[in-house]
Structures are given as structure tokens and as C-alpha cells.
């Protein structure tokens, strides 16, 4: 079963950094997509940025030249959102999820959707 786990968020003042990994484990074959997504309260879910496995990068317009999703450089199944010059309006947890390809048997293989457990990020003004 894969899992998704989450690190890295935190309290942060305003024009700060914080840097969020997303540690995918289980029998991995292949990570399609990686996407970051955050829910400020009172506020629906919405996407920060993704980045396909051909390299295309998607970045929202409230984060595009502040945020970048980059794959570990040791540990090819971590993905990290870097997050520079925080807003109070970043505040939120944010989300994890990955389009991931599985080892389920034999010669059998499954997708998925998965999701990390969400971390916190508040940025004080």
C-alpha cells in the first residue's frame, strides 16, 4: 500500500521560507504526477502546483515565482514545495498527492491517487 507522508510545515513570519517534503513509500513503479494542494480556513481546497513526470510544472498565479516543486536529489520519491516570500494569506495545510503506479502482484500493477495527511503552514505578519 502506498502512503504518503508530509513534513516540514511550521510557523514562519512573513517574507520567510519553509520547505515541505512529501515522502511516497509502498512498491512503487512509477509517480506520474505531484501536486501540492492547500485549504486556508474557511476557504475550499485549492491547487498550488504540480509537476508531471515529463518535467512540465504547473504553478497558481498567487505562488508562480515564490513556490517551487522540486524531486530530491538522493531520494527520488520525495518531492519538495519550496516556499519563499510567505503571505499571511499562504496560511493553510497543505497537501500532497501523488498519481502513483503500483506493484500489486506478479506482473500486476495498479493506480492510484494518494494523499499525504496535510501539514500546517501559518505565516504571521
Known amino acids: 500500500q502506498v502512503q504518503l507522508v508530509e513534513s516540514g510545515g511550521g510557523l514562519v513570519q512573513s517574507g520567510g521560507s519553509l520547505r515541505l517534503s512529501c515522502a511516497a513509500s509502498?512498491?512503487?513503479?512509477?509517480?506520474?504526477?505531484i501536486a501540492w494542494y492547500r485549504r486556508a480556513p474557511g476557504k475550499q481546497r485549492e491547487l498550488v502546483a504540480s509537476?508531471?513526470?515529463?518535467?512540465?510544472?504547473?504553478y497558481s498565479d498567487f505562488v508562480k515565482g515564490r513556490f517551487t516543486i522540486s524531486r530530491d536529489n538522493s531520494e527520488h520519491t520525495v518531492y519538495h514545495l519550496e516556499m519563499n516570500s510567505l503571505k499571511p494569506e499562504d496560511t493553510a495545510v497543505y497537501y500532497c498527492n501523488e498519481k502513483i503506479t503500483e506493484s500489486v502482484g506478479l506482473l500486476k500493477w495498479s493506480e492510484g491517487d494518494y494523499w499525504g495527511q496535510g501539514t500546517q503552514v501559518t505565516v504571521s505578519s
Open positions: 509537476v508531471s513526470e515529463n518535467g512540465s510544472a504547473y
Open positions: 509502498g512498491r512503487i513503479v512509477r509517480i506520474h504526477t
